[in-house]
């Protein structure tokens, strides 16, 4: 899948969502006021390294190293 960070006007935002989700993808963030760049960025990245790990992409890590860091 793609990810694509968009801007729309308010009224859109219902319609949009419905055929984003009838063509099969999945709406991560509706409205991200806020959030600065930095907090949008490292969610964005825990994500790519959430769908790694899923793939074997990327190596767990262990409840125990979390708390090491």
Do not use: C, H, R, Y
Request: net charge negative; hydrophobic share 35%.
């Amino acid at each position: 899948m793609t990810t694509i960070t968009i801007e729309i006007p308010d009224d859109e935002t219902k319609s949009l969502s419905a055929f984003i989700k009838k063509k099969g993808g999945n709406i991560i963030s509706v409205d991200d006021d806020g959030f600065t760049k930095d907090e949008l960025d490292s969610v964005k990245q825990g994500l790519k390294e959430a769908l790694m790990i899923k793939s074997g992409e990327l190596k767990p890590i262990s409840m125990s190293d979390l708390w090491d860091e």
